[in-house]
Structures are given as C-alpha cells and as structure tokens.
C-alpha cells in the first residue's frame, strides 16, 4: 500500500492509494458541499445538482455518458450528505482515463438543460415520496429536524417537495459556481493506479475548475425534543437519540466503542435484553454518527403495538446503567468488531477510496490504519463509562412513526432517563 498525495495547480487535492495486487481502481471527486449549506429556501440543491451533473454536458449527452463507462465495464455514481456531495466511478485500470475525463466533464461543463431539469425533478420527487412510504428511513429524517430544529443541519438531504418543484437551473448553476471550487474538492482514487499519472492527468483535464470560493457555514445547535406522529403500521418505528461527539472529538472512537458494545451486534446489549431476552423486536442496534461541529448517538428499532409499550423503559434501563457495569471481555469484544471493520475495508478499492477522500476533508492528511487502531486501543473502561454517563444524561431526541399512542410519553422519558425536559425542546407530537 502506497499513498501519496499533492496538489494542483489550481489548488485540487489529489491523494491516491495504490496496490498492484488488484486490475481495477475505484476513483471520483468529494466536494465538501451538503444539505448543510443549503438555505431553507434551497433545501435539497445538493442533492438536485448531484442528479444534474449526470444529465448531459456540453460535450455529452446523458445517455452517451452513461454508454461510455458502461460499455468498458464500469460503474459511475454519486450521492450527497448533509456535509459533502461525491461523484466516483470504478473502472479496469486501463480505462482510468476515461473516468477521470467523464469526471471532469459532468463537474465542469454540465448544461442543465430544462427538459432534463423536469425530467430529474419528478424523479427527486418520486424519491422524496419513497422516504415518506418508508418508515424506517422516514423515522430517520424526523431524528435530524428534532435534535436540530429551524437549522440547516436538521433538514433533509433529498429536499423538501414544495422546494424542490420550484429550483430552478439559474439557481442550480449558481450554487454549483459558490461551492465546486479546487479548495472544497478532494480528487482520490484507490487500486491499480500510478499517482504520477494521474496528477498529470488532472492537470489537464480540470483546469477550468474555479481555485477558491468564499462561503460561511453556520454552526449545528442540538436542541432534542419530540416528533411521534401517529400512523397506520403495524409497527411503531421509532429512534432515541442524544448528542453525540464530533469527528475531530477524542471521543469519537469512545463513542464508536459505546454504540458497538451497546447495539453492534448479536452479543450486543440491547439486542441480548430487547430481542433474545425479552421478544420485544425483531432487531435493535445503535449508532454514532459525527458530522464536522456535532454529533448523533442514537438507538433505532422497531416494535409492534403491544411490545411498543415495554420497549423504551427497558432501553433506558439499559442505557442508565451501562456506565457502572462494563466488563473488559465485552469491551475487547467491541474492539475487535471495529477493527475487523476497518482492516476489512482495506480489502475494498471502492471503500479504500471513499476512506482516503474523507480522512482528506476531517483531518487534511490520510491516516495510517495501524495510527486508527493505536487510537481504538487506547480507550479504557473509564473512557467509556465517562461518556457514557455525559451522553445518557443529555437530552435526548424521540423520534417515531407509527401507532406511537403505546410509547411512553417524552416527559415520561426524560423522567425515566433522570433529566430534565429541555425548555427549548421542540416537542412535535402528532396524532
């Protein structure tokens, strides 16, 4: 494994990780642009721009594009997060170039043609209507307005409908020109691939990419609270969340840990006492999501009307008194599920990829995997226990969907939990 890294001369971050045991190479182009740099009256741009980009550019249409890569065997994509937009592709190592020239095209000479704008938009709308059918991902989205309500961050990345059926491709190009500049994108590519190369290759083929764009980003403010909104399913799909910690937070293997050892598998705690003990869900597992100023930690499952009922008093049981009770087997235990993880992704050229390009945006240098495990390692029993009680003792943030009548009530919960209700919370009950 050889990484390196440099910069054109434009300013474009190119870090690649090369490895000849493989034929292929996955490489694309992470923007640090999401939802989160959206105005309330553009939410869902991100999203809208990353579907454009593929419709046609001055040099291709959508289906010359699409025919190009495929017809070398390749795959191209993309996707959009609340804090960054990537369009990446996987190829044979011999049609590295014909990538990096789609690349290049679709983020430099899009056209945005207004036919392809409707045909995109009632695309985006139909997706956006999917989530609403769909409950566990729904739930999700209720999760992130509560915790960080009347904030960028708290809104949804696909976009509100009543938005997204009035952007415009004024607006689309606007927005494209104030943040795809060479200081907010990495260029990375893992596999089959000669560093050297490629940085010439860059420099030809994204010199019209823009140096240096100015923009501000308004900090994420957790609040928490409430939204159960009643519905007819036949289960209540529901998440518990509480503040989390930042990636650049010395915690945030902690939380990693925390979360495994919590909900991270079959010989987790909640699924051994929620599902194996007790039959109260069919799954339950936890996670810990940190974004660049904030973080999540949160517990998602799903119960029946009756099971419902006994659901959260026995998670927050679990959650009090994990501080006071963690063993050293099951901390090692959860050690190793993380590690494994990351090792694993090594064997990946996709994941390698997508590694390298956010480690690149968070840290501003690759990490050495033996430097990540160093810092899992060194996290003690008084580490978690420490966060733990910081964590469990916050706010939290009820989000359901459902016949969410048999839940126990929010004030209930933090009762339960030992906080008090948040004045500011935005409690959202309906139904």
Request: charge should be negative; proline fraction near 3%.
């Amino acid at each position: 494994m050889t990484i390196q890294l440099s910069t054109l001369s434009n300013g474009l971050t190119v870090v690649t990780d090369s490895f000849g045991n493989v034929e292929t190479a996955a490489l694309g182009v992470w923007v640090s642009v999401g939802s989160r740099h959206e105005t309330k009256e553009m939410n869902g741009i991100s999203h809208m721009l990353e579907h454009m980009a593929f419709r046609g550019t001055a040099n291709q249409t959508a289906q010359e594009i699409a025919e190009k890569i495929e017809a070398v065997g390749g795959h191209l994509n993309a996707y959009t997060t609340r804090e960054s937009t990537a369009y990446y592709a996987r190829v044979l190592s011999k049609d590295i170039p014909l990538a990096v020239s789609i690349l290049a095209d679709i983020l430099q000479f899009p056209v945005f043609r207004e036919e392809e704008l409707e045909r995109e938009r009632a695309v985006i709308l139909q997706e956006i209507s999917q989530i609403h059918d769909s409950p566990d991902e729904l739930v999700f989205d209720y999760l992130q307005e509560t915790a960080y309500p009347h904030q960028p961050f708290g809104r949804p990345v696909t976009g509100q409908a009543n938005v997204v059926s009035h952007l415009n491709r004024e607006q689309i190009k606007s927005y494209m020109m104030q943040n795809y500049s060479a200081d907010n994108m990495i260029f990375a590519a893992a596999g089959k691939v000669d560093h050297q190369q490629l940085v010439t290759m860059m420099e030809t083929q994204f010199s019209m990419v823009t140096p240096e764009t100015h923009r501000i980003v308004s900090l994420a403010r957790y609040v928490g609270g409430d939204f159960c909104t009643q519905k007819e399913l036949e289960q209540v799909h529901l998440i518990l969340g509480f503040q989390g910690v930042d990636l650049n937070s010395s915690d945030y293997y902690t939380a990693s840990i925390l979360s495994t050892l919590l909900g991270g598998g079959m010989s987790s705690r909640l699924f051994q006492e929620v599902r194996e003990k007790r039959g109260l869900a069919y799954g339950i597992h936890s996670f810990a999501s940190s974004a660049s100023d904030t973080g999540l930690f949160g517990i998602y499952t799903s119960a029946g009307p009756q099971e419902a009922q006994n659901l959260l008093p026995v998670v927050c049981d679990e959650l009090l008194k994990v501080a006071s009770t963690l063993k050293e087997e099951e901390i090692s235990r959860s050690k190793n599920q993380i590690k494994a993880s990351l090792l694993m992704t090594l064997e990946s050229t996709s994941a390698r990829c997508q590694q390298l390009a956010f480690q690149m945006m968070t840290y501003g240098r690759p990490l050495d995997p033996a430097e990540i495990i160093d810092r899992i390692d060194a996290v003690e029993s008084q580490d978690i226990s420490r966060l733990a009680t910081r964590i469990f003792s916050g706010s939290p943030t009820l989000a359901a969907v459902g016949p969410v009548r048999h839940l126990m009530s929010y004030d209930k919960l933090c009762e339960r939990l030992g906080c008090a209700v948040p004045k500011t919370a935005s409690i959202k009950s309906v139904g």
